[in-house]
C-alpha cells in the first residue's frame, strides 16, 4: 500500500504571527476558535510571512518620531521662518533603509544622496533645546575671531545644505544658539567644517583651525554631555583641517573619540545606563535606536582613520562583549550603516590576514598565499554587495574592493603572472567614474568627506603605478585607465578649499609623477616594480609614491637618520632605492647623488627609525607622519654610502 505524505496542517495568518496553536485545519471554510475567542479575522494566506514585532514597533516609532517633527517643524515655520529647507531634514519614509527617488528629492542644493535623519540627540532633551526657541542667532568669538549672527546663520545653513548628507547625525531644527548652549565645542565644530566653503570670508577656516583643534583635545574634560562630544569629534574627523605647520592630531583624535564612546556605554546600547555615575532609567527602543546608530558612525570613523594612517584597526567584533551584542547592533541601526560597518570589517580582517602572512620580504609561496587571501575577502565584498540597497553603499564596496586589490603591490615575483592588474585598472576606475558622477550631481567636490579624497588618492596611485608599467605599456589597454587618471586631477581641483590641502598636494604629485621619466624606474632606466614602503599596509603604495616625488623633485629635503646628518644639505637627498634579492630586502643609493664627498658623519647601523623632516608633506593629511618605521636591519646600514 503506498503511503502518501504527511499534509501539513494550515494555520491562520494571525495564529501564525503569533505562532499559536491553529484549528482552522479542520474546517477552512470556519473560523478558528482563537480568532473567534478573541474576535478576530480569520484567513488563510500561504504567501504570508510573519513579521519581526520589535522592527515593526521601533519602524512606528520612528514613523511617530518622524511625524511629531513635522509638526514641530510646521509650526515652527508658521511662527518664524527658519531659512534652510534641506533633504537632511526629517523625511516621509519610515525606514532608514529606504531611499527617496531623485524625483522625491529637492535637488535645490545639488545632491542626489540623503538619509532620512532621525534627531540623534539624548533621549528627554527639552524641547526647547531642540528648537533654540524664536531668539536671533547671537554673535560668538573664539580666541581672536569673531563670526557675527548672520554669519552663523550662513554657516549653519551651508553645512546643512552640503555636508550634513555624508555625516547625518545633528537635527536640522536645531538652531546655532541651542548649539552653543549645548556645547560649545560641537558649535565651533560646525562652524569650522562648513568654513571649507565659505566665499564670504574665506579666511575664516585658517583663523579657526588652530583653536577648534584645541577644542578637540580639550573636549575629553568638558562638563557637557559626551553625546556632543562625540558628535564634534565626529566631524572635525570626517572633514579635517589642513594642519599648515601644526601635528597631524587625526589619528590620535580617532582613538579619543572611540574610547569617549565605550566609557559612556554607547558600544552596549542595551546596558549604557550602567555605565552612568547617577542612576537612570533603562534606555526606550528608540533610544537605543539612536545610541546605536551613533556607536556605529564612532566605529567606522575611527577604523577609516586607521586605514587612512597605515594601521591595522581594531574589529567591531573585538569592541563588542559578545556576539549576541553584535547582532543586536545590526538589527536596530540602518541597513546602511550595517553595509559600511561590514566593509570596514572586511577591510581590517583583511589588513591582520596580510600581516600575519608578512610583507616584508616575501617568499613565492607566500606571494601565492597572498592570492588566495584577497581572493577569499574579496568573495566576502561580493556577498555584501548583494545586500547593497542604496547608491550611497556602491561607494563604500567599491572602496573596499579598492582597499584589497591594493595589497597586491606588494607582491613581486606574481604581480603579473597572478592577472592583478585588469581588476585593479577596473576597480580604480570604477571609484574613479563614481566620484566623477557625485560632482556632476553636486556641482562640486568641497564638501566631500575624507574617505572620498582618499579612495581618489588610492585609485590614481594604482593607476598610475600600472601605467608607468612596461607590462601596461605592451599589454593592456590601458585607454580607460589613462583616462580616469586624469579625470582624477580634475576632480581634485574640485575637492580643494586650500591650497595646503590633500587634493591640492595630490595636484602636484600626480603630475610631476605622470610626466617623470625617472619614477618607479632603477638608476639603470630599466623598471623598478617593488614596493620599498612596506609596513605601512594600504597606505605604503601612496607613501611609496611620495618617496619616488621626492627624490626627484624635492632634492633639497634635508634628511636625517637618528640625529645624523649628510654634509652638503644641497645634495643631501640619496635616492632611496631598495632591491628584493633572495627574499631579503636591501636599500641602495644612487651614487650621482651621494654626499659632498661621499662621507656621512657618525654613520652607524640602522636601528628602527627613518626620520624625514617634512617641509612639503607635512600638509599631506594623512601623510604627514614624520617618522617611517622600519624593523631593525643591518643589512639597510650595510649598504648607506
Not at 554657516?155 to 546643512?160: I, T
Not at 577656516?205 to 559626551?226: D, G, I, R, W
Not at 607566500?366 to 547608491?391: M, N, Y
Not at 639603470?524 to 594600504?538: A, K, N, V
Request: glycine share 4%; net charge neutral; with cysteine.
Amino acid at each position: 500500500m503506498e503511503v502518501l505524505p504527511k499534509k501539513g496542517k494550515k494555520a491562520c495568518t494571525m495564529c501564525r504571527q503569533q505562532k499559536a496553536r491553529c484549528d482552522v485545519w479542520r474546517d477552512e471554510t470556519v473560523p478558528c476558535s482563537r480568532c473567534r475567542k478573541r474576535n478576530l479575522e480569520c484567513t488563510i494566506d500561504d504567501s504570508f510571512t510573519r513579521e519581526h514585532k520589535r522592527r515593526r514597533y521601533i519602524a512606528l516609532e520612528h514613523e511617530n518620531e518622524q511625524w511629531r517633527q513635522q509638526l514641530q517643524t510646521s509650526q515652527q515655520l508658521n511662527a518664524d521662518p527658519v531659512p534652510i529647507a534641506l533633504s537632511t531634514a526629517t523625511t516621509d519614509v519610515v525606514m532608514p533603509a529606504v531611499l527617496k527617488s531623485d524625483s522625491q528629492l529637492d535637488d535645490s542644493q545639488g545632491f542626489s544622496v540623503a538619509y532620512p535623519q532621525y534627531h540623534l540627540a539624548p533621549a528627554g532633551s527639552p524641547p526647547g533645546s531642540t528648537m533654540g526657541g524664536n531668539d536671533p542667532t547671537k554673535p560668538r568669538s573664539l580666541k581672536s575671531v569673531t563670526v557675527t549672527g548672520p554669519e552663523i546663520d550662513d554657516l549653519y545653513q551651508l553645512f546643512f545644505g552640503h555636508y550634513a548628507s555624508f555625516l547625518p547625525i545633528l537635527d536640522v531644527q536645531t538652531k546655532p544658539n541651542a548649539y552653543y548652549a549645548q556645547s560649545q565645542f560641537l558649535f565651533w565644530a560646525v562652524i569650522g567644517v562648513s568654513s571649507r566653503s565659505y566665499s564670504r570670508n574665506p579666511t575664516l577656516q585658517t583663523a579657526l583651525a588652530k583653536e577648534v583643534t584645541e577644542m578637540a583635545l580639550l573636549s575629553v574634560v568638558s562638563t557637557c554631555a559626551p553625546w556632543y562630544t562625540i558628535q564634534g569629534l565626529l566631524l572635525l574627523l570626517t572633514w579635517p583641517f589642513p594642519k599648515e605647520n601644526r601635528p597631524d592630531v587625526t589619528f590620535p583624535l580617532s582613538g579619543m573619540l572611540l574610547h569617549i564612546a565605550m566609557q559612556h556605554g554607547f558600544h552596549i546600547p542595551m546596558s549604557s545606563h550602567e555605565f552612568s555615575r547617577v542612576k537612570t532609567p533603562v534606555s526606550s527602543d528608540l533610544d537605543m535606536v539612536r545610541r546605536s546608530e551613533l556607536w556605529a558612525h564612532c566605529v567606522l570613523v575611527y577604523q577609516r582613520s586607521c586605514v587612512i594612517k597605515g594601521q591595522s584597526p581594531r574589529n567591531l567584533v573585538s569592541l563588542a562583549h559578545d556576539a549576541i551584542q553584535r547582532q543586536v547592533l545590526f538589527d536596530k541601526i540602518a541597513p546602511h550603516l550595517v553595509q559600511k560597518l561590514r566593509c570596514q570589517e572586511v577591510v581590517g580582517k583583511c589588513s591582520e590576514a596580510v600581516m600575519e602572512n608578512g610583507v616584508r620580504a616575501m617568499s613565492l609561496d607566500q606571494e601565492l598565499a597572498l592570492d588566495v587571501l584577497l581572493r577569499k575577502f574579496e568573495g566576502e565584498v561580493d556577498d555584501i554587495a548583494l545586500q547593497a540597497v542604496i547608491d550611497d553603499e556602491r561607494y563604500h564596496l567599491i572602496l573596499c574592493r579598492m582597499a584589497i586589490q591594493s595589497f597586491h603591490f606588494y607582491k613581486n615575483q606574481t604581480l603579473v603572472s597572478s592577472g592583478c592588474l585588469p581588476r585593479l585598472i577596473a576597480t580604480a576606475s570604477n571609484l574613479i567614474d563614481y566620484v566623477q558622477a557625485l560632482a556632476d550631481r553636486m556641482g562640486s567636490l568641497f564638501m566631500a568627506p575624507v574617505q572620498i579624497s582618499f579612495g581618489l588618492l588610492l585609485a590614481s596611485i594604482s593607476l598610475l603605478r600600472i601605467l608607468k608599467s612596461d607590462y601596461a605599456t605592451s599589454k593592456l589597454d590601458t585607454s580607460r585607465a589613462q583616462a580616469s587618471f586624469f579625470a582624477t586631477i580634475n576632480l581634485a581641483k574640485q575637492m580643494s578649499t586650500d591650497r595646503s590641502d590633500t587634493p591640492a598636494k595630490m595636484i602636484t604629485v600626480l603630475n610631476q609623477l605622470w610626466n617623470s621619466s625617472k619614477a618607479f624606474r632603477k638608476a639603470d632606466g630599466s623598471e623598478y616594480t617593488t614596493l620599498r614602503i612596506r609596513s605601512r599596509l594600504i597606505l605604503s603604495q601612496i607613501l611609496d609614491a611620495v618617496w619616488w616625488w621626492r627624490d626627484e623633485y624635492d632634492p633639497n629635503a634635508r634628511t636625517r637618520i637618528q640625529g645624523t646628518e649628510y654634509v652638503d644639505g644641497a645634495s643631501s637627498q640619496p635616492n632611496m632605492l631598495s632591491d628584493i634579492e633572495a627574499g631579503r630586502t636591501t636599500m641602495g643609493t644612487d651614487p650621482a647623488r651621494e654626499p659632498a664627498g661621499g662621507i656621512l658623519h657618525n654613520a652607524g647601523p640602522l636601528q628602527g627609525e627613518f626620520q624625514i623632516n617634512e617641509d612639503y608633506f607635512t600638509n599631506f593629511e594623512w601623510l604627514s607622519d614624520a617618522i617611517f618605521s622600519f624593523p631593525p636591519d643591518s643589512s639597510l646600514a650595510n649598504n648607506l654610502p
